[in-house]
């Protein structure tokens, strides 16, 4: 009969939760069984030198968290990106990169809206 007995816990029998099922009794008919998975995230970050006198706005692809980012000006930061991946495509902002895509660990020297490999 389900929820009643007892069960054994810290070395001493307790009285069953009316909820909680026998880990031995099948589930009952008509019951579902759902499993959850999580998907997989992933985080990254990059660190801007902006050389420049002006704030400059980063817009990364659909995969960030973020629509935008803003770096200020005459500053040095570590900004992270959560993403699917260790990467992040850009898709405009104020500042021109070499490249569409940010990866993991890079470092970029913001001057004159241009950015380069630090």
Request: proline letters at 6%.
């Amino acid at each position: 009969m389900p929820g009643v007995g007892g069960v054994r816990r810290w070395g001493r029998t307790v009285a069953r939760h009316p909820l909680e099922r026998d880990p031995d009794e099948a589930p009952a008919p008509g019951r579902r069984v759902v499993a959850l998975t999580a998907g997989t995230a992933a985080a990254g970050s990059i660190r801007v030198y902006n050389n420049d006198s002006k704030t400059h706005t980063i817009e990364p692809g659909a995969a960030a968290a973020v629509s935008s980012v803003e770096v200020r000006a005459s500053t040095t930061a570590t900004y992270t990106f959560h993403s699917t991946s260790k990467s992040c495509d850009i898709v405009g902002g104020t500042v021109t990169f070499p490249t569409k895509t940010l990866e993991d660990g890079q470092s970029w020297k913001f001057k004159d809206g241009k950015a380069s490999k630090n």
